[in-house]
Structures are given as structure tokens and as C-alpha cells.
């Protein structure tokens, strides 16, 4: 999707040596955080810290994603009987929403897995979101890491910003929508080992920064984006995502650069 500077991938590669020693594996990936948002000691502590920060911006309509750290702050919302949104793996299914009232008691830790969302979560077209679903007002991620001023870099997919750009596109997603990262310590770049200008357009930086310990405030304002950079995407990754591919038909299937 996007290119990914050198320093960046650099920066992963350094934090991902660290996130090693606190990490806990996937067993479809291992270590291989290229391929997945690990969870890490503390998440829960963290999921604690997010309901906090939550309860005091009055968020009630939520997206969390798929990453595996996210889990424990998923469980919890469901034993608050907090709805909430989640696009599946890859945006390759779109989105799931659910309903906490679906899921059976005693059910409330598997049902915040991506088995148990699956399981218990009704997968919803983005019209159906755009026509019925009120406007978010948190979107939570997980992150390979986090500068100071608010950038946050995934895998290198670009699946976050795609899913904030969609989100926005149709409304869901505005201004208000308070966005937040999710992350060990360790990802939390210090100010110092923090590389200036790598923030691109595309980027959709957060506005606080969660980890087991600390709640960050990012200063300052960033515009976000504010809608789909479709020369960024080849026609065969829009065609990969569902919701993306809808979009790009009703926008008149703009140039890409393989268009």
C-alpha cells in the first residue's frame, strides 16, 4: 500500500528487540511482530487505564481493533455492556459490530478474541454503518510504536489509517472522535530516540498514548486526514477490502497507481 521509509522500519526493528522481552506470542505468528500487534505484560492494566480515560472524555460509541493487546479492554467492555465496533483481520471482512447482550455469561474473555468475535459479532456493510451507526467517539489501536507527538506506526500495511480514512469518508469518523494508542512502555518512544519529520499526510496521528503505566497527552494539534488517498493504493489492494472497494466505486474509481 505505502511505502514505508527506511527510518521507520529502523525504528521498528529497535523497539521490536525490546518488545521482545515483554511480549507474549501468537501462536500463528510467534515472534514475528511484522505480522501481528503482540499483547505484552500489562495490558490489562493498560485496558484499565483506557476505560479511565474514556469515562472522563463521556465516550460511548467505540471502534477497537483487531490487535491481540486490545483483548483485555475488549472483555471489559462487554462486561460494561458496551457495544462496540472492530474490523476483522486485514479489513479483509470489513467490519463486525457487537453487541455485549449476545454474548452468554461466563463467555465474555473468548467472545474478545478474533475467534470469539467471529463467533458473536454481526458483520455490518459500510452503508448499513453509514446509515444507522452514530459517529464514534474513540477509535483504540494497537501500535509497533508511538512518538511523543502522536505518530503512530502499525505493521507497515496502512490498515489503521485505511480504517480511519473509510470511517471519516462516511462520517463516522470526525473531528471529535478521539483516537488512541494502545502500547507497551517500551513502544512509547522516549523524546530523544524520537526521528523528527517522519509524520506523512496520510498518517492519522493519536491523540493520547495508553500504557501500563502512563497515560500521555499528545500537545499540540495535528490535522488528520480527512479522507482516502486513493493514488497511495494499487486496484488490487482497494479490490481486497470490501468496504474500500465500495467506496472507490462511488467516488467514481479514482487514479491509482495501478488504475
Excluded at 89 to 114: C, E, K
Excluded at 224 to 251: F, M, Q, V, Y
Aim: hydrophobic share 40%; glycine share 6%; net charge negative.
Amino acid at each position: 500500500m505505502i511505502d514505508e521509509p527506511s527510518i521507520r522500519n529502523e525504528v521498528r526493528e529497535r523497539v521490536w528487540s525490546q518488545l521482545r522481552e515483554v511480549a507474549r506470542p501468537d501462536s500463528r505468528f510467534a515472534w514475528d511482530f511484522g505480522e501481528f500487534i503482540a499483547d505484552y505484560v500489562g495490558s490489562e492494566t493498560g485496558a484499565d487505564r483506557l476505560l479511565e480515560l474514556a469515562d472522563d472524555h463521556d465516550c460511548g460509541t467505540w471502534l477497537v481493533t483487531p490487535d491481540n493487546n486490545l483483548d483485555p479492554l475488549r472483555e471489559r467492555l462487554i462486561e460494561r455492556s458496551i457495544p462496540f465496533l472492530m474490523p476483522t483481520y486485514g479489513i479483509r471482512r470489513g467490519f463486525l459490530s457487537l453487541d455485549p447482550a449476545d454474548v452468554p455469561d461466563g463467555q465474555a474473555a473468548f467472545a474478545a478474541t478474533l475467534d470469539g468475535m467471529t463467533r458473536f459479532a454481526d458483520r455490518v456493510p459500510l452503508e448499513t454503518l453509514e446509515a444507522d451507526h452514530p459517529s464514534l467517539d474513540i477509535m483504540v489501536t494497537g501500535a509497533s510504536f508511538v512518538t511523543p507527538d502522536g505518530l503512530r506506526m502499525g505493521k507497515g500495511h496502512g490498515f489503521f489509517d485505511l480504517e480511519w480514512a473509510m470511517l471519516r469518508r462516511v462520517g463516522l469518523a470526525t473531528a471529535d472522535t478521539l483516537v488512541v494508542a494502545a502500547v507497551h512502555d517500551v513502544q512509547l518512544l522516549p523524546e530523544a530516540d524520537a526521528p523528527s519529520g517522519m509524520v506523512a499526510d496520510h498518517d492519522t496521528v493519536v491523540d493520547h498514548v495508553v500504557t501500563p503505566t502512563r497515560t500521555h497527552r499528545v500537545e499540540g494539534e495535528r490535522q488528520k486526514p480527512s479522507g482516502i488517498r486513493w493514488p497511495l493504493l494499487t486496484e488490487a489492494e482497494i479490490r481486497s477490502i470490501p468496504p474500500l472497494e465500495t467506496l472507490w466505486h462511488r467516488d467514481g474509481r479514482p487514479t491509482t497507481d495501478d488504475a
